[in-house]
């Protein structure tokens, strides 16, 4: 068994927990001594850990990487090498006849965290190059 | 928010404006719940009777959309009854005679009619705010989601300059973000006119700073807004849209409208966690790894950066965000690569003065620093502008006034209630992960609830728990009727992570104009009774059922 | 004097984090798989209404009513609190009927009957009365008060009652000393 410390993936309190593991499963989250939460979670902080157990509930987890060969088609499940080359041909193809101004992109206020948006905006402004890069603040 | 959550406990007075802690925040309604204990006075502005109203010193009940009104009318009592502190706007302000001029239209009783409180009550709230030695104003969605929105923060903003709540411990204002990382999603320039640190595009030193660290030419020009989309795609100007780690066909207002958006462009890339209504849209999918199968750092309303660390492996064939943007930008022609996110975080650090001094080691296991933390040997900041130095050119504390205007879609004979949308305690965003959490959707499930003051459910031949129509001209959905007497006649109340009882089916686009959020806290709405209930609970548990077996069957089948 | 599990609607601030904890402590190893729609029964229900929320919970009575009205003595006092025996509760709901606070709740399933073979098995209902027992198989105590986010649940103890009551005779004595008959 082993914890590992993580904030809490809901809200912006940013509470401090600790998830407990066992064999590579979660099993229980307990709260930590963090600088806004003092040992305190509500309710999402205790139970809102199952879904990493692919508890597959209301929906399932993405496995996999897919596309859609033509807007009729299926998404079909591919290797991530022919996913990588399937967008970067796209968006490349989209980029040179309308500029990258055409390209939208989002951020995640939700858990990917800091590194990960840092890395989007640079990608959006550096590789696509454009400053359209918004996330779902308002919502 | 300009001071840190702990120091709510500290203040003297907490105005809460158009905030529900209990329900977004619990263990920020901890931290109220201690501040009143300490003596705070409590004032609570919220058409419902939230949690907060019931254990508040006064609560005052103003109508859906009248914020303005109410602010400019607490300004007018504390400037008309020399209750502001006249050092402080003198030596630290800038534009008091003219927010001045515009407060003094707004009486308290000039605004008795559009706000639906007594002059009196008014004027006893902007005493008791403008009395404490420390008070700090509290905002939450109630404030930011109407088309009026940006004039009201500033309008809070100007109580706190009014009264010198600036520049020390438990005074300030404190817009409380919802989701876990939307701070940290601004902090990181995830914003069309500011690179990561919140530094201008359009600043030639600074975009020259950019340029050598990332070895390209950038654009000086700010992007659009995701709440623009929709008008770009219809201009024929947006073609592809990469949405990372959200769901807009669940979360965007007037959900028809963004599915029409999607449909209209010629490439949409989803990199989540989650088979979503929005990755059905997709031509490509990344699937990703979760929080609590990768690390990085967070940030919290506060402005503290906490790092969080890997508890399990995935199970699927799944990558770290940044590793498939990574990937991505490589095989686009500019080599990108990281091996871990420390690596990310000291080039993001380098390149941003307000956070150059918050190294990993400094955010280990329990630890949080908040910025600005310019240098290293610098503890971080637990609130801003002290020695009442802001972070404008001047320096100064800007007052800026605005005359009150009302939301735009009015009810009428045809939709006569107002529709606002809240928060479930028990789910969030648009319950992809809640959802799956079993403790959590067994709390609360489809199709969810509309709030409804009894009087006028009663007058609709609605019983409590019924299930109902609630319709906009944008939409229609089915939903439960909720008896609440916590809320006011006249307007409904729903929570938006719904699939089936999706309120953003029936809320309207109409933006605010500096922060392009929507109106979602008003628009208008019928209700109408159903009479065949066996029906509706079966039509309910029909659609919810073929929806989730959609969703599984894109993954299942591909 | 019976300890008992009480909520200050003051702090109460309806998150209902305490009726999930009450359903995970009882449930089998006190984990969280297996909690559903169809088996959520927790023992203290959060009341909220235009005045007060709070949770209502057993008061754990010293003379029990519940206890005294049971035909089939399944109710007891004993190891501080006021038990139930589940083998003996036949699903009558007098206790129901008799509770003041509404905490007793009486939930029935159809278990599997083994009467040897296998051959002879056969669904029969099962009575439950559920009430809150302390989470006396708990080692850390109730879990409800654990968790409460603003601590609005505690657990009242006999010292906890007796130092209360001291506190409010002298502050009863402070304003006597205010208001002199002469």
């Known amino acids: ?139 | 928010m300009s001071n840190a959550i702990t120091e709510i406990q500290q203040a003297k007075c907490l105005l809460i404006f158009g905030y529900n802690a209990a329900d977004s925040h619990p263990v920020v309604a901890r931290h109220i719940l201690k501040a009143r204990a300490n003596g705070a006075k409590i004032i609570v502005c919220d058409p419902r009777k939230i949690e907060s109203a019931r254990i508040a010193d006064q609560w005052l009940p103003l109508n859906n959309g009248s914020n303005m009104a109410l602010v400019n009318a607490i300004a007018n009592v504390i400037i008309e009854e020399d209750l502001y502190d006249k050092a402080f706007v003198q030596n630290n302000t800038e534009g008091f005679d003219a927010f001045r001029e515009i407060a003094s239209h707004y009486t308290p009783e000039s605004v008795e009619q559009v706000t639906g409180l007594k002059a009196a009550d008014i004027r006893l709230a902007a005493r008791t705010y403008a009395a404490a030695s420390e008070a700090m104003i509290l905002w939450g969605m109630g404030v930011t989601q109407y088309g009026q929105a940006v004039d009201v923060v500033r309008g809070l903003a100007g109580l706190a300059l009014l009264t010198g709540n600036f520049g020390r411990p438990g005074v300030g204002c404190g817009p409380v973000r919802g989701q876990n990382n939307v701070q940290g999603t601004c902090d990181m320039g995830m914003l069309p006119h500011q690179f990561p640190g919140y530094q201008s595009v359009a600043d030639d030193v600074i975009r020259d700073k950019f340029e050598k660290a990332w070895g390209v030419t950038l654009s000086g020009t700010p992007g659009y807004r995701l709440t623009e989309v929709g008008h770009k795609a219809d201009e024929g100007i947006c073609k592809a849209f990469y949405i990372f780690g959200e769901d807009p066909a669940q979360t965007e207002a007037d959900l028809a409208a963004m599915r029409a958006t999607m449909r209209k462009m010629e490439l949409v890339i989803v990199q989540d966690i989650f088979m979503t209504q929005t990755a059905e849209f997709a031509d490509v999918i990344f699937p990703a790894t979760s929080w609590g199968e990768h690390e990085g750092v967070y940030s919290s309303a506060d402005r503290g950066f906490q790092r969080f660390y890997k508890a399990v492996n995935p199970s699927g064939d799944v990558k770290p965000d940044w590793e498939i943007f990574s990937l991505l930008a490589t095989r686009m022609g500019y080599p990108m690569s990281y091996s871990n996110t420390e690596e990310i975080w000291d080039e993001l650090r380098a390149l941003a003065p307000l956070y150059a001094g918050v190294t990993y080691e400094k955010m280990a296991d329990l630890k949080s620093v908040q910025w600005p933390c310019p240098t290293e040997d610098h503890p971080g900041t637990s609130y801003l502008f002290e020695g009442n130095k802001f972070s404008t050119p001047s320096g100064k504390g800007i007052f800026i006034g605005a005359e009150w205007r009302p939301p735009l879609e009015q009810p009428d004979s045809d939709y006569p209630l107002v529709l606002s949308t809240v928060r479930e305690v028990g789910h969030y965003s648009c319950r992809s992960m809640t959802g799956n959490c079993s403790a959590l959707q067994t709390l609360a499930d489809e199709p969810g609830y509309v709030q409804m003051h009894p009087d006028d459910a009663k007058a609709l031949g609605i019983d409590d728990q019924q299930l109902v129509w609630v319709s906009s001209r944008r939409g229609k959905v089915i939903s439960r009727a909720n008896y609440n007497d916590r809320v006011n006649k006249g307007v409904v109340y729903m929570t938006y992570q719904w699939w089936i009882g999706a309120c953003n089916e029936l809320t309207i686009e109409h933006v605010d104009p500096i922060s392009s959020t929507p109106e979602f806290k008003y628009c208008a709405v019928k209700v109408e009774h159903i009479d065949d209930q066996a029906w509706a609970e079966n039509y309910v548990q029909t659609e919810y059922s073929s929806l989730k077996a959609r969703l599984k069957s894109h993954v299942a089948n591909a | 004097m019976n300890r008992f599990v009480f909520a200050d609607p003051n702090m109460c601030i309806g998150c209902r984090t305490c009726e999930i904890a009450c359903v995970v402590s009882h449930q089998v190893d006190g984990k969280l798989d297996g909690v559903s729609p169809e088996a959520f029964a927790p023992r203290l229900t959060l009341v909220k209404n235009v005045h007060v929320t709070t949770p209502v919970m057993c008061r754990q009575c010293d003379d029990a009513p519940c206890a005294q009205v049971c035909p089939n003595n399944a109710i007891v006092l004993e190891d501080g609190y006021v038990k139930v025996i589940q083998s003996r509760c036949i699903g009558c709901k007098t206790c129901v009927i008799a509770c003041p606070y509404g905490a007793m709740n009486v939930v029935t399933t159809m278990v599997e009957e083994s009467k040897g073979g296998s051959l002879f098995n056969r669904m029969a209902p099962k009575s439950q009365a559920l009430k809150c027992d302390l989470c006396a198989h708990r080692e850390a105590g109730p879990a409800c008060v654990e968790v409460c986010p603003t601590s609005a649940i505690q657990l009242i103890k006999p010292e906890t009652l007796s130092e209360t009551s001291k506190q409010k005779r002298e502050a009863a004595a402070l304003n006597a000393a205010v208001a002199s008959f002469r």
């Open chain 1, 1 to 139: 068994m082993k914890k590992s410390i993580v904030v809490c993936p809901y809200c912006g309190t940013g509470c401090k927990l600790k998830l407990v593991v066992e064999n590579n499963k979660v099993i229980a989250a307990e709260p930590a001594m963090g600088r806004t939460n003092e040992g305190q979670l509500c309710l999402k902080g205790y139970y809102g850990w199952d879904f990493l157990n692919d508890t597959n509930l209301l929906t399932p987890r993405l496995k996999q990487p897919m596309i859609r060969r033509t807007r009729e088609s299926a998404l079909e499940a591919v290797s991530w090498d022919e996913a990588i080359q399937f967008a970067s041909d796209k968006l490349m193809a989209i980029k040179k006849q309308y500029g990258p101004d055409a390209i939208m992109t989002t951020g995640s206020a939700r858990g990917p965290g800091n590194e990960a948006n840092y890395v989007m905006q640079k990608f959006a402004r550096a590789v696509i190059g454009t400053n359209n890069v918004d996330h779902c603040a308002r919502v």
